[in-house]
């Protein structure tokens, strides 16, 4: 790892001219480069001891927002597979069970009174064409 301290600028925001690596995510979050902030290593930036209170105020309020908008990603992602998963039990469930492949499925017997009857048609049936 190298010691960014030594290479810092001097700050962006105000006259403090001390090697401190806020002075580097300052001038990348002034040019709106967030991918070079967090890159200098934003998440767990420190303010510079020697700026000004608005430049450590202006590190610490970027630097509290991207974490909160990466936690506010994870959740998303998080409800969005808890959603998904949910989906997919429902859908499940609704599925009809299919009948296992070995049992084969049997003709429902007739009431004794529909069985009756049937067999009364049946005979007068083979009358007529007897």
Same mark, same amino acid.
């Given at each position: 790892?190298?010691?960014?301290?030594?290479?810092?600028?001097?700050?962006?925001?105000?006259?403090?001219?001390?090697?401190? $690596? &806020?002075? =580097?995510?300052?001038?990348?979050?002034?040019?709106?480069?967030?991918?070079?902030?967090?890159?200098?290593?934003?998440?767990?930036?420190?303010?510079? $001891?020697?700026?000004? @209170?608005?430049?450590?105020?202006? /590190?610490?309020?970027?630097?509290?927002?991207?974490?909160?908008?990466?936690?506010?990603?994870? !959740?998303?992602?998080?409800? &969005? @597979?808890?959603?998904? !998963?949910?989906?997919?039990?429902?859908?499940?469930?609704?599925? $009809?069970?299919?009948?296992?492949?070995?049992?084969?499925?049997? $003709?429902?017997? /007739?009431?004794? =009174?529909?069985?009756?009857? /049937?067999?009364? =048609?049946? =005979?007068?049936?083979?009358?007529?064409? @007897?």
């Amino acid at each position: 790892m190298t010691d960014r301290t030594a290479s810092a600028p001097p700050c962006p925001a105000c006259a403090c001219a001390q090697p401190h $690596p &806020a002075h =580097a995510l300052l001038a990348a979050l002034r040019e709106d480069d967030l991918d070079a902030a967090l890159s200098l290593g934003l998440l767990d930036a420190q303010p510079c $001891p020697a700026c000004a @209170a608005e430049c450590g105020v202006r /590190l610490i309020e970027a630097r509290d927002a991207r974490r909160f908008a990466l936690s506010a990603r994870e !959740r998303h992602r998080a409800r &969005a @597979a808890r959603l998904a !998963r949910i989906k997919a039990e429902r859908e499940a469930a609704r599925r $009809p069970v299919a009948a296992p492949a070995t049992q084969q499925a049997t $003709p429902a017997a /007739l009431p004794s =009174a529909a069985a009756d009857a /049937l067999a009364r =048609a049946l =005979a007068k049936a083979k009358e007529r064409h @007897a």
